[in-house]
């Protein structure tokens, strides 16, 4: 089945040390998005890749970077994770920004 | 801009009740509409959509007719079940080449047996 895959699914880091999270997909969509969701909150759109042009959102920290190196996979950088950044992490594609956007299960980040 | 109302939760209800979970929208043009469905520590479904006025989106059970006249989507069942226990999220996307869902806040839905 065409899916969108995240590894791993839980992650624990410490404090300050960099860590990156993993996204690939079998649906050979264009874009590709990376939410930050809170417990009980709404996902919150952190970036997306449209094939290879990157756009940030305004409210983005700077710690959280992203890599696109083909169609398949996009990586979560963050570079000095803080208490603040545990949540979990979606990953979610889609043909065209348009078009139905479909999730990945997800990582859960631990900031210990 | 953009926004997504819904009902302030949570929802609990017996298993074969009716469920209704309202959601409106305000947005600037004619957006298509979603309802995604988070079950605990999973990632988001799509359950249904509707792209257009007066479409129906359908999918398990549950259904949501895009009303533009009521600027609402709101999502029905007609007998939940317990495994329809979850998070239920009403979304919005504009056309447009920077097109981005809209969440609303979400609703937690429990159904005990």
């Known amino acids: 089945d065409a899916m969108v895959i995240q590894n791993p699914r839980y992650q624990v880091t410490q404090f300050g040390k960099p860590v990156t999270l993993s996204c690939s997909q079998t649906?050979?969509?264009?874009?590709m998005y990376w939410y930050q969701q809170k417990s009980s909150q709404a996902p919150k759109l952190l970036f997306h890749?449209?094939?290879?042009?990157?756009?940030n959102e305004a409210d983005t920290p700077d710690n959280f970077q992203s890599r696109r190196p083909n169609t398949s996979f996009c990586f979560l950088d963050i570079r000095s994770p803080g208490l603040g950044d545990a949540a979990m992490y979606l990953c979610?594609?889609?043909?065209?920004?348009?078009?139905?956007?479909?999730f990945g299960p997800g990582t859960r980040l631990l900031v210990l | 801009g953009n926004s997504v109302t819904q009902m302030e939760g949570p929802v609990t209800l017996s298993e074969e009740a009716f469920l209704t979970i309202n959601c409106t929208y305000t947005a600037t043009g004619y957006p298509s509409l979603f309802w995604y469905v988070q079950y605990p520590g999973e990632g988001l479904q799509l359950l249904l959509k509707?792209?257009?006025?007066?479409d129906k989106g359908s999918n398990k059970g549950f259904e949501a007719t895009y009303r533009k006249e009521t600027t609402s989507f709101h999502l029905e069942k007609g007998s939940v079940q317990v495994s329809d226990s979850a998070v239920y999220f009403c979304?919005?996307?504009?056309?447009?080449?920077?097109?981005?869902?809209?969440f609303g806040k979400g609703i937690t839905l429990s159904v005990r047996p």
């Open positions: 979304a919005l996307s504009e056309p447009g080449a920077n097109s981005k869902l809209t």
């Open positions: 649906l050979n969509h264009n874009v």
């Open positions: 890749y449209y094939d290879k042009d990157f756009n």
């Open positions: 509707a792209t257009k006025a007066d």
């Open positions: 979610a594609t889609s043909g065209d920004p348009q078009e139905t956007q479909y």
